[in-house]
């Protein structure tokens, strides 16, 4: 190894290392009734990052995984960084072309992937990827994960791994074209995590859930966060209310990150009293905004801070933070203040940064923004215009020098000459009592361009009609804001980590005024 870069050295797989010499018996993962210490974990990392070697690979080839959460999907994770290889991870969600397209991409030596996902294409992936590994009881015995760390040596793997290698390829969802491949270093994932520690006030004897997918880049962050200090993680597979309060009861889970969906799910559940739930300190939201009546409820029932985070795959999350103590101080689409690492500003489509209270695209600078697009150099150079990266939102910055998200750029409607931005209809919308889940998106329309239409989940047993709803929304909106329409639906098209896919919304209700215009 390179004695300077030995010296130097920031690698993700040296975090399970440090943490198993000073914590060797602490338990780092729960799974069911299985218990795996630091020591324990560490060691199946090693043998991983062995088989790898044993294979032949070599610093830098890529191994992709199509994986739920598991206890073999986290020790790959880490396996494959202490290889000093570059781990793909894709979602299981996509289509098969879609895999197909980010294996080829990447030029994937490896691809380990759930017996479930394989969905019957074993062999194309085969013919793709040279090796094979499968989690699950009906692998054959050469295929199967577990035996690919039998025999192998315990011992750290010699690589020589610098800050600024490729850890990581992550694929942005592509819903607008071709999926993009993010290409991100070790100094990111590294300093992102421990930023993070701070600001979620995070701790070494937290037990924290393990809800969210780890193949985003948002519950992977937060893993290795957690993996620094030596805290546990409970691994809670799927979500349903009462079996996820039944755990945290059992677990005594501190810490939990999850979609503001499911906070709703189980605040409101009809056995929410019959759990014991005090363990619960800190409870962090994403993906989507949470409304205040369910963020009031949490807070005084369950007496533990709550905090906002977000960031993007570019920019190696959290790249802001709304804090415990601006949460029911501050109401409307806050994103908070940047991180520790972030620089955040507004900017205009000229390049000119902008003050307080004016519109513009939201835009940072830190060692967490991404190294580039794969093979993409055009893209890459739009996304770092004028010396920062541009994130594809707009926001504006408040007199106390908090962040507030208006839209993606993509995502603002424009009716009858004015600018709707979706999320803040979508907030009144969630404040209606019997409303689980919502949504706003523009549609064609002859008289408005595009009408401001809303689709609505309502709580179970709940009813209601679209004029009780409209009726609400004129309350708290102006009357161009309000929804021309109102679909109440069964579902709301997701993506496996809880984002409501509006693209899908938008095809499949393209022509909703064509015939019947409001």
Known sequence: MNEISALNRVAIGDIIRRTAWKLPDKTAIVSGDKRISYKEFNEDCNRFAHYFLDLGLQKGDAVATICGNSWQFLTAIFGIAKAGLIWVPINPGVSFNEK?????????KVLLCDEVFLQGKKEEFSSICPELLIIGSGASEAEKFENSLLGRQTDEPEVDVADRDIAQIMFTSGTTGTPKGVLINHQAVFIASLANIIEAGMARDDIATLIMPVFHCAQHTLVTSFFHLGATLVIIPGFEPEAFMRTVEKEKITWMFGLPIMYRAFLYHPSFKNFDLSSLRYCLYAMAPMDKNTLEKG???LGCHFGLGSGQTEVYPATCVFRPEDQLRKSGPYWGSPSLITDMAIMDDNGNLLGKNEVGEIVHRGPNVMAGYLNNSEETKRARQFGWHHTGDLGYIDDDGLLVFVDRKKDMIKTGGENVASIQVEQVLLSYPKILNAVCVGLPHERWIEAVTAFVLLKPGEEATKEEIIGHCKQHLGGFQVP??????????????????????????????????V
Request: proline share 4%; net charge positive; hydrophobic share 35%.
């Open 299 to 301: 807070i005084n029932e």
């Open 484 to 517: 021309k329409e109102v679909v109440i639906v069964q579902e709301l098209p997701t993506t496996t980590t809880g984002k409501i896919q509006k693209h899908v919304l938008r095809k499949n209700y393209h022509n909703l005024y064509s015939n019947n215009p």
């Open 100 to 108: 197909a397209y980010i294996l080829s991409e990447v030029q994937a």
